[in-house]
């Protein structure tokens, strides 16, 4: 049996001609818009941390914790919605993930927010919205030809944006109408793009069809070498951009005395240049090649992870050390999914993609807790920021010797 169908036909032509010069734009400014606004849905937590710490009496750990849950579903949950997409496509998945994700987001305004194990329960599900990121690249890369690919994923990664929304709104309209008012303006527009998803998103035609058991193709994913070489990659840079999305605020207002709404507002301003340097990383990738790109990025990474732990003033050291490594965590997540988009077989860009999705997600998921832990231990953030220069150093050596030869 082949491995792979077409579900329109082998001779259907090339996605912008028979179906429209402007339907791949559509396609991805669909697919963006759906990665925001889930990813919007994914991070609600993270900006309120600060408030269940105080009115919970959570520890320091039980904080990292709290904000880390739906990360870590979020990015184990990419590997099945990655093989899933290959499967049933971005016409079935933008809607359905949407869908789920309100049920949760409701749960944790209505009734999951008075104790500790009840806002786990609710972040748990919650990280169903982390994984449409598993659903955007295939379903974009179908819909483009390579030389264009590094700019179109870099642009729908930009949707990673939408943890920016989070932390510029979420505290403002607590105070303003109430705890449950983000979670309930959430599950609306969550089901206004669920509707125009069903209506306006197709996948592009020609798209191949695996006919092997989810099983199967997951294995014959974990056996190609760019799954694990980009899965590395994306661990530090994706990782360390979801690590600081999640955990600044917390950081600034120990260690710099911010209030949180001064916390949550630089960190949002870091998550916005790291939104916007994400399709500059794809486009370089195109022009310069997306290896160069990935060890700029991971040196420069390096560098401000370094400045960092000696706690210098905020102003203007600590700043640019932090707009530093967000433009270069920004721009190393795109330059991967470029190298993605150009080195995995057609057939398993969706397989692959969840991998390597979920690598970053994890990467994301265990600095949190080990500055929380560090800090409790020790009061000082110093030895985590250390340690992510020595690996943000060791993953730019890895790129330039072994990704080299492949790319």
């Keep these: 049996m082949a491995e ?42 993270s900006p309120l941390a600060p408030r269940f710490q105080e009115s919970l009496g959570l520890t320091s750990f039980e904080q990292s914790l709290l904000v880390a849950v739906p990360v870590i579903v979020g990015s184990v949950g990419r590997i099945p919605v990655g093989a899933l997409t290959d499967r049933f496509g971005g016409r079935v998945m933008f809607p359905a993930l949407s869908v789920i994700t309100i049920a949760p ?60 929304i989070t932390a510029l709104t979420t505290v403002p309209l607590v105070d303003r109408h109430g705890m449950e008012f983000p979670f309930q303006l959430m599950a609306v527009v969550l089901a206004a793009y669920a509707v125009a998803a069903w209506l306006i998103v197709r996948d ?39 690590a600081f999305s999640v955990y600044l605020p917390t950081y600034l207002k120990e260690e710099y005395h911010l209030t949180q709404a001064d916390a949550s507002n630089r960190m ?20 310069i090649g997306a290896v160069r790109v990935m060890v700029a990025a991971l040196l420069v990474t390096t560098a401000g992870a370094a400045v960092q732990a000696f706690s210098p003033p905020l102003m203007p050291l600590g700043t640019i050390a932090f707009l530093a490594m967000a433009a270069a965590l920004g721009a190393g997540s795109g330059a991967t999914f470029a190298l993605v988009a150009r080195l995995a077989p ?62």
């Design 4 to 45: 792979t169908r077409r579900d329109t036909g082998a001779g259907s032509p090339p996605p912008g001609r028979a179906e429209g010069a402007g339907r791949p734009i559509v396609m991805l400014a669909m697919a963006t818009l759906g990665f925001a606004l889930n990813f919007w849905a994914w991070a609600l937590l």
């Design 105 to 164: 987001v409701l749960y944790l305004g209505l009734w999951g927010n008075s104790s500790l194990a009840s806002l786990l329960a609710g972040g748990f599900f919650l990280g169903v919205g982390g994984t449409v990121f598993a659903v955007g690249v295939p379903f974009v890369n179908a819909w483009f030809p390579p030389e264009r690919r590094g700019l179109a994923i870099g642009i729908f990664g930009a949707g990673m944006g939408g943890t920016a």
């Design 204 to 242: 592009a035609p020609g798209r191949t069809m695996p006919d092997a058991s989810l099983a199967k193709r997951l294995a014959a994913t974990a056996r190609l070498p760019v799954t694990w070489q980009m899965s590395a990659l994306y661990a530090v840079a994706f990782g360390g951009y979801v």
């Design 268 to 287: 949002a301003g870091f998550v916005l240049l790291a939104v916007l340097m994400r399709p500059v990383g794809g486009w370089l990738s195109d022009r």
């Design 346 to 407: 057609a057939n398993k860009v969706g397989a692959v993609t969840g991998v390597v999705g979920a690598a970053g997600g994890l990467g994301g998921f265990v600095p949190p807790l080990i500055m929380g832990s560090i800090y409790g231990s020790f009061g000082s953030y110093a030895v985590g920021l250390l340690l992510l220069a020595l690996v943000a150093a060791a993953a730019a050596v890895f790129t330039a010797t072994v990704v080299r030869g492949p790319w």
